[in-house]
């Protein structure tokens, strides 16, 4: 009888040892991160594409140095989460042309610049759930008496380089046999200047984009179509980055953290 119980004594301590053992194990495999944002933490810094002359989204402020804008403090967000601060971030600036080459050269790990999630993008790029859903508009001279899309038929329209609103302003001029004629720009203050100089009759992108070029001599129109959504953006292959991003996004859905930082900068 000693014998058993000395036996069940062991073997109690051992089990012991060995959940006690365990247990480190098991607290550190739950909070084990994926191993692509596991490389971003130990690397220290977050790296991220931008827009700089997109007011109250991404803009780089002369007068500051500083980046300000809705994007820039989600970025931060992102960085304080994953790296433990929100200054261990590294910015870059894009346009809707380099947006795409910079995270294919990995010099940045994700993008966060108004990159609208259409499904032929998603063929080459991850995006998460939209943080943001906008639409197409038109900022024009006040006194040029236009008023709608059928009004602009045949005019000369400017849109950023590769960005998605030629497309989307076709498809819906479509719908009424309306054709115009287009000018490419790489930035949005072009396209600005180009309109101020009257060298385009209206100058289309976001409408949330357009906010940040409105002047006492220009006005966006009140009409809009094709929402736009924007998502973050990473390479393709970065699948579990795109869900850890998802599930942070969808945790400041939930708590308002995202609605807050979106009514700091002015937007809905």
Do not use: C
């Amino acid at each position: 009888m000693k014998t058993w119980k000395k036996l069940l004594t062991v073997l109690s301590a051992t089990a012991l040892t060995s959940l006690v053992a365990l247990a480190p194990a098991t607290a550190l495999a739950e909070d084990a991160l994926p191993a692509q944002v596991q490389a971003i933490k130990d690397a220290g810094v977050l790296k991220v594409g931008v827009k700089e002359d997109v007011p109250g989204f991404g803009y780089f402020s002369p007068d500051t140095n500083e980046h300000e804008g809705f994007e820039i403090d989600l970025a931060r967000k992102i960085a304080e989460e994953i790296t433990g601060s929100a200054d261990n971030i590294e910015f870059t600036g894009v346009t809707a042309k380099t947006r795409g080459p910079l995270l294919d050269n990995g010099e940045v790990d994700m993008i966060i610049a108004t990159f609208t999630i259409t499904e032929e993008r998603k063929e080459t790029y991850n995006f998460t759930d939209p943080y943001y859903t906008d639409e197409v508009g038109f900022l024009v001279k006040s006194d040029a008496g236009y008023s709608d899309l059928a009004s602009l038929a045949g005019k000369n329209i400017g849109v950023s380089q590769t960005s998605t609103t030629q497309a989307k302003i076709e498809e819906e001029g479509a719908k009424d046999d309306l054709t115009f004629n287009f000018s490419e720009y790489a930035t949005y203050p072009e396209l600005k200047a180009a309109l101020t100089a009257n060298r385009i009759d209206a100058f289309a992108v976001d409408k949330s984009i357009l906010a940040g070029y409105v002047d006492d001599q220009t006005s966006i129109l009140e009409f809009g179509f094709a929402p736009q959504e924007y998502g973050v953006t990473t390479k393709l292959d970065n699948t579990e980055l795109n869900d850890y991003l998802n599930d942070l996004l969808d945790k400041w859905e939930e708590d308002g953290t995202l609605a807050d930082m979106k009514a700091t900068h002015g937007l809905e």
